[in-house]
Every structure is written in C-alpha cells, then in structure tokens.
C-alpha cells in the first residue's frame, strides 16, 4: 500500500511540474520580447487571479530546465535597479 501511494506522489509531483513547463512556454510564447523571472511571475500572478503570488522562485528551476531542454532561448543585460537579469524566450522547438 505504501509503494501506491508513493506512486502517486510522485505522479502528482510530475504532472504538476509538466503543468508549470507547459504554462511557461504558453506565456512566453505569447510575449512580443523575452521576459525576466520577475516579468513572467507577473503575468503568472494576474492570469491566476493571484493564485500563484509568492512561488516565484519555484518557477527559476523550471525555467533553467526547459533552457537545458533546447525549448528556451536566454541571455543576461545588466540592469540599473539591481543585479543583471536573465531573459527568456522561446525558441522554434519549444
């Protein structure tokens, strides 16, 4: 019973996290310019009505992961408000 119900933890676990990629690519694929973390958590949060404020960094591994994946395009500026920032896009195979 326990093997069950580690299964479906982790199953759980999974789909969420191909949900979070999923969405991610939908918005910026939408997006006219590539976006920062912060830029693409904005959108997240007023899409979801606020569902999702505070879980901003969680969305970072993703973004990193689909990057490693060859579905995001990214590249760094510096910026005047703090430290440089990282922007993504997405590229013709994601």
């Known amino acids: 019973m326990a093997d069950i119900e580690g299964l479906q933890r982790k199953f759980e676990k999974e789909l969420a996290s191909g949900t979070v990629s999923l969405v991610l690519l939908a ?3 939408r997006a006219s310019e590539p976006l920062y973390g912060y830029q693409i958590a904005k959108v997240l949060e007023q899409l979801g009505g606020g569902v999702l ?3 901003q960094s969680a969305l970072y591994p993703v973004l990193r992961n689909l990057e490693a ?3 995001l395009d990214s590249h760094v500026e510096p ?3 703090g430290p440089p920032r ?3 896009r997405i590229n013709q195979d994601g």
Do not use: H, I, N, P
């Open 27 to 29: 918005v910026l694929g």
């Open 53 to 55: 404020a505070g879980k």
């Open 69 to 71: 994946a060859g579905l």
């Open 79 to 81: 910026s005047v408000a």
């Open 86 to 88: 990282r922007y993504y």
